[in-house]
Structure formats: C-alpha cells, structure tokens
C-alpha cells in the first residue's frame, strides 16, 4: 500500500515538472518570436516573391528628417505660429 502511494506521489510530481516546463517553453517561445519581429521592423525586410519591401526605422526616420528639412527651408528656418504672433505665455 505505501509503495503504491509513493509511486503515485513521484507521478504527480514528474507530471507536474513536465507541465511547468511546458509552460516556461511556450512563455520563452512567445517572447522570442516578438523579439524576432521587432527585430524584423528595426531592420527591415527585404523584397521577397509576393510581398513588398519594408523600409527598416532608421531608414524611415531619415526620410522623415528629409521631408521635415524641406519644410523649413519653406518656412525659411525660423519657428512660427500660424497668427504671427508670439504664444500667450512668452517668457522674455
């Protein structure tokens, strides 16, 4: 009777580990896999049969200081509002 017990016990307890591993795996594989895409959108990809190319963030922030550039050339490089006039709190 108290070997049967034991043996029971120790089953439950392999159970149980083999359960908990699973678990942790599955957690590790999930953070992995969102590691794996953020690296992805950091970098880029490149074109493949069927989908398009995706500009990577550095590549799409100089293009956006491009654009941001020739908008103060326009403006003619100096800060404005759209009255002219200074903000209602200006400090001196």
């Known amino acids: 009777?108290?070997?049967?017990?034991?043996?029971?016990?120790?089953?439950?307890?392999?159970?149980?580990?083999?359960?908990?591993?699973?678990?942790?795996?599955?957690?590790?594989?999930?953070?992995?896999?969102?590691?794996e895409d953020f690296a992805d959108d950091w970098h880029g990809e490149s074109e493949r049969p069927g989908v398009a190319r995706r500009a990577g963030v550095m590549e799409r922030l100089d293009g956006i200081e491009t654009r941001l550039s020739g908008v103060e050339e326009r403006l003619g490089g100096k800060p404005s509002r759209p009255s002219g006039?200074?903000?209602?709190?200006?400090?001196p």
């Open 1 to 35: 009777m108290d070997t049967a017990v034991v043996w029971s016990v120790a089953l439950v307890a392999v159970a149980g580990g083999f359960a908990l591993l699973v678990r942790v795996l599955r957690a590790v594989g999930r953070v992995a896999r969102t590691m």
């Open 85 to 91: 006039r200074p903000p209602v709190r200006a400090v």
